[in-house]
């Protein structure tokens, strides 16, 4: 049963033989109806505070959720950012190693290209001084030869007597006078 603070103000008892003061009844009724008014604005008030706060939860748990679903969001995205930059380190770090590897190959082809040059200009050198040595070995030996062969003719032509050889005098023709 539920009872008003209007059902409380209007309600009437009957009177009976030895029956209470109706004035003090109606004033505790009265007080109890103002009492319960009040508790009921006060039940109401709280019950539209409580709307408020549940709509201010909802609202807030809302806000949460939004947060929770930005902040892994987030998460994913600097997991993937950071999976990225790894995968890109790593590309990056292999490429380098390739082209050093490739660079080294390159450079030893060259230096054992070189050596073989050097040792080939060694080989020439080793020939030409051969060669020059050679030369200068047959230059000598002629020289001595031709020393030799003048040493014995000289020895022939001191050996034999001096012959002055005498060239007769052209004759002068008499053209040759008057001219």
Do not use: C, W
């Not at 929770?68 to 998460?75: H, S």
């Not at 950071?82 to 990056?92: G, Q, S, V, Y």
């Amino acid at each position: 049963m539920n009872v008003s603070p209007l059902d409380l103000r209007q309600q009437k008892f009957r009177s009976a033989f030895r029956g209470l003061d109706p004035v003090e009844v109606s004033s505790f009724l009265t007080a109890v109806a103002d009492d319960y008014e009040g508790a009921l604005r006060e039940t109401d008030r709280l019950r539209q505070e409580v709307t408020k706060l549940e709509e201010s939860l909802r609202g807030h748990v809302e806000q949460e959720k939004n947060l929770q679903n930005t902040l892994l969001t987030a998460q994913r995205m600097a997991d993937e950012v950071k999976t990225r930059a790894e995968e890109e380190a790593l590309r990056i770090v292999r490429d380098a190693e390739s082209r050093s590897v490739m660079l080294l190959e390159k450079t030893q082809a060259r230096v054992e290209d070189l050596q073989r040059d050097i040792d080939g200009l060694k080989l020439k050198r080793r020939e030409v001084e051969t060669s020059l040595e050679a030369s200068i070995q047959a230059l000598r030996n002629t020289l001595d030869f031709v020393r030799e062969q003048d040493g014995r003719e000289q020895d022939a032509r001191d050996r034999e007597p001096k012959l002055l050889q005498h060239r007769p005098r052209a004759a002068v023709e008499p053209e040759a006078k008057a001219g």
